[in-house]
T-cell receptor
Framework: AQSVTQLDSQVPVFEEAPVELRCNYS??????LFWYVQYPNQGLQLLLK??????LVKGINGFEAEFNKSQTSFHLRKPSVHISDTAEYFC????????????FGQGTRLTINP | DAGVIQSPRHEVTEMGQEVTLRCKPI?????LFWYRQTMMRGLELLIY????????DSGMPEDRFSAKMPNASFSTLKIQPSEPRDSAVYFC???????????????FGAGSRLTVL
């Protein structure tokens, strides 16, 4: 079975500072990886996804993530955050073949301080 | 497209009452998922359907929970009888089979916040 570990439950940063949200996954088969964002009282929105090819993927709102197979990681980064980035961020994994069960990590709450 | 539509957005009920949550997926999508979100357990997949057929219901907590998808544009999640520990946000999501070169990307509804007193 697949699993996802988000190493930080909360990350506070100052506005315009860089941020990295960490995600590690576990799987015995090939997987696809995703980052979703959840703003307060809303559903989840897709930020970016890694399927294959270039290990650096770019998403919406200036976010990017790097797939590292040897370290089984998929960390999310943004060089300069804004107040509007305050939200909960979820890393997720799905098997590349077979059952379509998207498994989520526990989430990281990103708080931007002025 | 209006996206995935869930109703009600908020539901407050008393223990023992029946609760029905509704979902309208994006037109043309062939997968539908029900997730539950709590502080303690995070996002849990309860059940998912493909072409209206339940594929995996291993996440349904117990017999009090049931889900149906009578047609491609409607699904329900029912809890009977409800208990305080069922209090959570329930999300519906839908996706379209991506084919061999892609991955299903889930689109989520805004969620139904259930409070059982």
């Amino acid at each position: 079975a697949q699993s996802v570990t988000q190493l930080d439950s909360q990350v506070p940063v100052f506005e315009e500072a860089p941020v990295e949200l960490r995600c590690n996954y576990s799987s015995s088969v090939s997987v696809y990886l995703f980052w979703y964002v959840q703003y307060p009282n809303q559903g989840l929105q897709l930020l970016l996804k890694y399927l294959s090819g270039s290990t650096l993927v770019k998403g919406i709102n200036g976010f990017e993530a790097e797939f590292n197979k040897s370290q089984t990681s998929f960390h999310l980064r943004k060089p300069s955050v804004h107040i509007s980035d305050t939200a909960e961020y979820f890393c997720a994994v799905i098997k590349a073949q077979g059952a379509q069960k998207l498994v989520f990590g526990q989430g990281t709450r990103l708080t931007i301080n002025p | 497209d209006a996206g995935v539509i869930q109703s009600p957005r908020h539901e407050v009920t008393e223990m023992g009452q029946e609760v029905t949550l509704r979902c309208k997926p994006i037109s043309g999508h062939d997968y539908l998922f029900w997730y539950r979100q709590t502080m303690m357990r995070g996002l849990e997949l309860l059940i998912y359907f493909n072409n209206n057929v339940p594929i995996d219901d291993s996440g349904m907590p117990e017999d009090r929970f049931s889900a149906k998808m009578p047609n491609a544009s409607f699904s329900t999640l029912k809890i009977q009888p409800s208990e305080p520990r069922d209090s959570a946000v329930y999300f519906c999501a839908s996706s379209l089979t991506a084919g061999s070169s892609g991955a299903n990307v889930l689109t989520f509804g805004a969620g139904s916040r259930l409070t059982v007193l």
